[in-house]
């Protein structure tokens, strides 16, 4: 009953991370709307572009997926998975890794465009809408995929002790988690 009534009031961790994946699906239209720009006026708009680049590597990459894979794949990857599921999450671990590759894809489109190298807008406009094409089915399968078998095999002790190492993890990212605001105006 105590573990019902947890989950009820938000303290599932669960919900940490689907309140995170609204706040991502939120920046898609932003990123959206920079390609749309970039393409009509073939320059940067720096300014939003460096916003959303810092909102990617600290929120997506360094807070967000950092949680899932440090915390949440790691204990999962520790319990006698299903089959099925544990190809799942691996799934799920190869897709992070490409995603972080995207990112870092971007981010040297972006160097190479800060040094001199206006032809790499494409590229970036390219490196963006792989990034906006990838979200949404991402972060559908794991609202609707990931998180209902996942949960299935944490234990009230485990969900303590997840939502424990969350608070530790945001404490030591206040200052990383400082580009939200930012990010905020434009969405």
């Given at each position: 009953m105590q573990h019902v009534i947890k989950e009820e009031l938000g303290l599932c961790p669960v919900n940490s991370f689907l309140a995170e994946h609204r706040l991502i699906e939120r920046v898609i239209p932003v990123i959206e709307g920079e390609v749309r720009c970039?393409?009509?006026?073939?320059?940067?708009?720096?300014?939003?572009?460096?916003d959303l680049l810092e909102f990617l590597r600290s929120y997506v990459?360094?807070?967000?997926q950092q949680r899932e894979e440090i915390i949440l794949f790691e204990l999962l990857s520790k319990k006698q998975l299903a089959t099925d599921h544990?190809?799942?999450?691996?799934?799920?671990?190869?897709?992070?890794?490409?995603?972080?590759?995207?990112?870092?894809?971007l981010l040297a489109a972006k160097k190479a465009y800060d040094e001199g190298a206006p032809d790499v807008l494409e590229e970036l406009c390219k490196g963006f809408q792989a990034l906006i094409e990838f979200y949404p089915l991402h972060l559908h399968n794991e609202d609707r995929y990931f998180w209902l078998f996942g949960k299935t095999y944490l234990s009230h002790f485990d969900n303590m002790a997840i939502l424990r190492k969350f608070y530790q993890a945001e404490i030591s990212s206040v200052y990383t988690l400082d580009i939200i605001p930012r990010i905020a105006l434009y969405i």
């Open positions: 970039i393409q009509a006026e073939h320059h940067l708009h720096f300014p939003v572009l460096d990459q360094d807070y967000h544990r190809t799942k999450l691996q799934e799920f671990i190869d897709s992070h890794t490409y995603e972080r590759q995207l990112f870092e894809n």
